[in-house]
């Protein structure tokens, strides 16, 4: 009976230890993830902002600031 038991935490130990290696592994992967989309996002913005300083036309000034609101907004989510 005590044999059963021990298997049985034994099991248990090694699933909940395998399962912390995949959550660490995959927070790191995904925080690798999120500094390159962040970095990604910041060169976008910093696309836009120079093609404003160079000049546009009204349509396109609508245009780059609605782009750019989404862009500062996805960055606020990602680059923390």
Do not use: H, P
Request: some cysteine.
């Amino acid at each position: 009976m005590k044999i059963k038991k021990i298997i049985k935490y034994s099991k248990f130990q090694f699933v909940i230890a395998a399962a912390l290696m995949c959550s660490s592994a995959g927070a790191i992967a995904a925080s690798k993830c999120d500094k390159e989309a962040c970095q990604a996002v910041k060169a976008d913005i910093r696309e836009i902002q120079a093609k404003m300083r160079s000049g546009y036309t009204v349509a396109q000034g609508n245009r780059y600031e609605a782009r750019l609101r989404k862009l500062r907004d996805k960055r606020s989510r990602l680059c923390r």
